[in-house]
């Protein structure tokens, strides 16, 4: 059963950055392909951005993509989704997850961007 614990959310102005992290702990790292979801009020929990088990291999939602940059560090167990020029619709909780072996979703890391 894989535990997931995100971190470093806030409120920051547009244009602003953040750096979340995601401490995963349960299963064997190194193998799972992980995902950064986010979910907005009165919306349905979307991925935006996702990375491969070795890292090699990186995708995201189009409305981040260039601004958003995912990375992992397998001796750590932790995935971190680089936030840089933030928008006011990127207000969301974000959550982590394994794609390959997904688990209970962990309590998320708030962002609120304000304009």
């Known amino acids: 059963q894989v535990q997931l614990v995100e971190s470093g959310g806030g409120l920051v102005q547009a244009g602003g950055s953040l750096r979340l992290s995601c401490v995963v702990s349960?299963?064997?790292?190194?193998?799972?392909?992980m995902g950064w979801y986010r979910q907005a009020p009165g919306k349905q929990r979307e991925l935006v951005a996702r990375?491969?088990?070795?890292?090699?291999?990186?995708n995201y939602k189009d409305s981040v993509k260039g601004r958003f940059t995912i990375s992992r560090d397998n001796a750590k167990n932790t995935v971190y989704l680089q936030m840089n020029s933030l928008k006011p619709e990127d207000t969301a909780v974000y959550y982590c997850?394994?794609?390959?072996?997904?688990?209970?979703w962990g309590q998320g890391t708030q962002v609120t961007v304000s304009s």
């Open positions: 997850n394994s794609l390959t072996l997904p688990g209970s």
């Open positions: 349960g299963s064997i790292f190194r193998i799972n392909a």
């Open positions: 990375i491969s088990g070795g890292g090699g291999t990186t």
